[in-house]
């Protein structure tokens, strides 16, 4: 398979990834708004931070209001991490490889795209409207993962794109873990209280997680919460799980499996960070500190997707990529 091609739907699946989780993220605020008691005002600002959207933020928004946000992580094309402008270089990187992937995987993703291109923020005056409209994002993502993984044959194409949608996806349960610190950041009171209680109960509801996590713990209580979403092995949204699952189709892509050990050092380093993980306690990661436990994570998440590239995709891929990326954008921007 041909670097760019391999390239190609590697992004493409990470950003159809993006699309979802960011669409999950506002969903935590949402969740929040219902059950935050009135003398509380909503907070808006920790999801800029768990995102690491802060600071292009404020280059364009003065305070971080709950319309300003939603805007800003939605619609906004300034914004490279929008669920707009991730649709958009999801469906171009499809639009570049159409011969390595199905036709309805295509029609999927330009459906989608199209629908969402249509829509007007002006069309969202209230909040059972948003939340709907994020629900049908959500529905659109799970139609084009429901399509992948029912019409793609399990060959390296397959596999790239599942490395990429898993890679991106145990990033983001480890910054949804963070919006709830960041949430309460400067209150070390409210630790063990009904708010702190509420704000956990919104972050499994927000990955979809409150259900499953009711069939396997009695119990509500931040170090199951985490353990869960962390831990499992068998949540498909766990960081655990989604590290797993990205670690058997690196190797699969090389032909090889991780019980015969690694073969060059994207393996070495997804293989590391499952085994950490694998032999992580939920007390080591309290008494490391959350925020420092998922700060160290990211770092290592990260340092897969650069080996990967390193790997597979190349610095020539990379030029080209970014040439292409800043003529379509430029375009799109226009």
Known sequence: MLSRVANSIYWMNRYMERVENYTR?????????????PDIDEQWEPL????????????????????????????????????????????????????????EMWESINAFYLRMKGTS???????????????DIRKNCHLFHGVVDSSITRNEAWHFGRLGRYVERADKCSRFL???????????????TTLDLMLWMAVLKSVSAYNMYRQTHRALTPMNIVAFLILDKLFPRSIAYSVRQAELSLYAIAGSI????????????????????EFTDVDDVFKQGLHQ????????????????????????????????????MGQWMK
């Open 293 to 328: 436990f998922l700060d160290t994570f990211q770092v290592s998440n990260n340092e897969i997707d650069t080996s990967i590239f390193d790997l597979y995709f190349g610095l020539e891929t990379e030029e080209a990529h970014h040439k292409l990326e800043d003529i379509t």
């Open 25 to 37: 993220f506002v969903g935590v605020n949402f969740n929040l708004a219902l059950d935050l008691p």
């Open 178 to 192: 963070d919006v709830k610190y960041f949430t309460l950041e400067q209150d070390s009171s409210t630790s063990g």
């Open 121 to 135: 923020p002006d069309d969202f005056r209230n909040m059972d409207h948003m939340q709907s409209y994020f629900v």
């Open 258 to 277: 991780p019980e015969r050990g690694h073969t060059n050092l994207a393996e070495r380093a997804v293989s590391k960070l499952r085994s950490q993980l």
């Open 48 to 103: 800029l931070i768990a995102t690491a959207d802060h600071y292009l933020f404020y280059k364009y928004y003065e305070k971080p209001t709950k319309e300003d946000v939603i805007h800003f992580m939605t619609f906004d094309k300034r914004n490279p991490n929008s669920i707009l402008s991730c649709l958009y270089q999801a469906r171009e990187n499809a639009r570049t490889v159409r011969e390595a992937i199905s036709k």
